[in-house]
């Protein structure tokens, strides 16, 4: 039987990885492995924030099993933290616990942090090898040269893309200050995501259904608009479906409702459930102040700015730049907009999204004043179209999703 690759032992470590999706935010997700002679002695995972990192896991899973880690080779899919925060850093309980060679799947994305856990482990005597566009190298070509042995003979740069597509959220967020966001829509062939009446469940069948709850549980926050409030009354929840077919609810994520008149009714969902403390109401410093005060002994309520509509002159509308950049510091990475034609619009057009997830259905509504997945003025010219890369399309049932980067 052949001995494992390097970089099948970091494929390991992003399935680890993977499985403390929607709880560790504001933290990244990683996953680590740690292998000896071959052979496998410990893994962990960052299960969530405030809990130790994978790499406390991974030593921590090989004491139990009655096995030093001394000499081990360690692969971790992000560069190990060398800062105090929550928890102590990482690179210094590397070190202590004698690990011989670290294999790192992504450089640290914080530009005061990155590579410096690499120098930390390099001035220990540890070797480093980090994944990259040639496979997995040395972390510079002054050490351990012999290390290129062992690099992947498969795509170059697949790897080290994985790693960083991982965690692109918390990229994002760590470097611009603001949530990554996802637009998120389910329509027709023909781009409609209801009738002219509002009809619109369901376009799409249960297994889209089903992808749309994960998309939920992988965010810190969704959003709509208080016109989905109204002609809806979504719950938006978490549900996960569980082995009989039956759904549970899931983790619970924050709940935001762009409403600059407060419109919003006391008796929606978002205002009247269980976790009404997870919903927040932005409303405009013009909404009328009875309304404001009656949500806001149910709801948090932020009374933002507001502009001219991205989506023309026709209304004010929330300054969403200023809301992102508050919602940053409120420590939400990833934002999903679930809302209408008009603030999908909002967000595409206006350039404040970094992804969309797209659901066709193979179905055909037409009709002109059928609801669009994006309305809004639209794109002036060819050249002020949205342009989409990195696309990858999904069967889902009868369904195909299609997800993309927001150039």
Not at 335 to 344: D, P, R
Not at 347 to 374: C, E, M
Request: aromatic letters at 4%; charged letters at 20%.
């Amino acid at each position: 039987m052949r001995p494992m690759s390097d970089a099948q032992f970091l494929r390991l470590a992003l399935r680890l990885a993977r499985r403390g999706t929607g709880a560790t935010s504001p933290n990244p997700l990683v996953g680590a492995v740690l292998v000896k002679r071959g052979k496998i002695i410990g893994r962990g995972w960052h299960r969530r924030a405030g809990l130790p990192h994978a790499e406390i896991e991974a030593l921590r899973d090989a004491q139990k099993r009655g096995h030093s880690p001394r000499g081990a080779t360690l692969y971790v899919t992000l560069e190990p933290c060398c800062t105090h925060g929550r928890t102590p850093p990482c690179t210094e309980a590397i070190i202590a616990a004698g690990i011989q060679r670290v294999v790192i799947g992504a450089t640290d994305p914080n530009p005061n942090h990155a590579g410096k856990g690499f120098k930390i482990l390099q001035r220990a005597g540890i070797e480093v090898s980090v994944s990259g566009s040639a496979g997995i190298l040395p972390a510079s070509s002054s050490i351990h040269k012999s290390t290129t042995r062992r690099q992947d003979a498969g795509a170059p740069g697949a790897l080290a893309a994985e790693c960083t597509r991982l965690n692109e959220a918390f990229n994002h967020w760590i470097v611009r200050h603001t949530p990554f966001i996802t637009v998120k829509a389910a329509m027709t062939l023909d781009g409609k995501i209801a009738t002219a009446s509002g009809e619109s469940k369901w376009i799409t069948g249960a297994k889209a259904r089903a992808h749309g709850m994960k998309l939920r549980h992988a965010s810190d926050a969704i959003l709509v608009g208080v016109n989905t409030i109204l002609a809806d009354d979504p719950s938006l929840t978490v549900r996960k479906q569980i082995a009989d077919g039956r759904w549970q609810m899931g983790k619970q994520l924050r709940r935001i409702v762009l409403d600059s008149r407060a419109r919003t009714p006391l008796t929606a969902k978002v205002v009247s459930d269980e976790w009404a403390a997870l919903t927040t109401i932005v409303v405009g410093k013009s909404a009328p102040k009875k309304r404001v005060a009656a949500l806001a002994k149910r709801v948090k309520v932020i009374i933002a700015p507001l502009n001219k509509s991205a989506i023309g002159n026709r209304q004010l509308a929330i300054n969403l730049r200023w809301l992102l950049q508050k919602l940053g510091a409120e420590n939400v990475t990833s934002l999903l907009v679930e809302g209408g034609g008009e603030m999908n619009a909002s967000f595409l057009l206006g350039g404040f999204a970094q992804r969309v997830a797209f659901f066709y259905a193979p179905k055909i509504l037409g009709g002109r004043d059928a609801r669009k997945a994006v309305a809004g003025d639209g794109a002036k010219s060819l050249s002020e179209i949205v342009q989409l890369h990195d696309v990858e399309w999904r069967k889902l049932g009868e369904d195909l999703l299609l997800t993309a980067r927001v150039v």
